[in-house]
C-alpha cells in the first residue's frame, strides 16, 4: 500500500518561513521524482517544484524560485520544501506527489492527503 504523508503545515506570519515532509512508503523511493504541487480556494492545483529521482535535478515555478527549495533524502524516503520570505498568496493546500515514468510514460502517480499552510498576520 502506498503512503505519501505530508507534515509540516501551519500558520505562519508573512516573511516566515516553513518546512515540510513528506514521507512516502510502498513504493521504490528512489526510483521517482518528486513533486510539491498547492491549491488555493477556488484555484486549480498547481505544481511548486519538481526533484529527479537522484536529486540532482529541480525545477519550480517561477513565482517560487529564489524562495522555495525542494529535496530528497533516498535514505530515508522523503522529500522536503522549505519555503521562505513566505506571501499571504502562499496560503494552500500543500500536495506530496511520487511520479514513475518509463519510456516517457507515466507509470505510476501517486498523492498525498495534502498539508494546509496559511500565511497571515
Known amino acids: 500500500q502506498v503512503q505519501l504523508v505530508e507534515s509540516g503545515g501551519g500558520l ?11 514521507a ?3 513504493i521504490t523511493f528512489s526510483r521517482y521524482a518528486m ?3 498547492r491549491q488555493a480556494p477556488a484555484k486549480e492545483r498547481e505544481l511548486v517544484a519538481t526533484i ?3 536529486g540532482g535535478s529541480t525545477n519550480y515555478a517561477d513565482s517560487m524560485k529564489g524562495r522555495f ?3 530528497r533524502d533516498n535514505a530515508q524516503n522523503t522529500v522536503y520544501l522549505q519555503m521562505n520570505s513566505l506571501k499571504p498568496e502562499d496560503t494552500a493546500v ?6 514513475l515514468k ?6 505510476n502517480n501517486y498523492w498525498g492527503q495534502g498539508t494546509q499552510v496559511t500565511v497571515s498576520s
Open 12 to 22: 505562519v506570519q508573512p516573511g516566515g518561513s516553513l518546512r515540510l515532509s513528506c
Open 24 to 26: 512516502a512508503s510502498g
Open 35 to 37: 513533486s510539491w504541487y
Open 52 to 54: 529527479s529521482n537522484t
Open 69 to 71: 527549495t525542494i529535496s
Open 94 to 99: 500543500y500536495y506530496c506527489n511520487a511520479r
Open 102 to 107: 518509463s519510456g516517457g510514460s507515466v507509470v
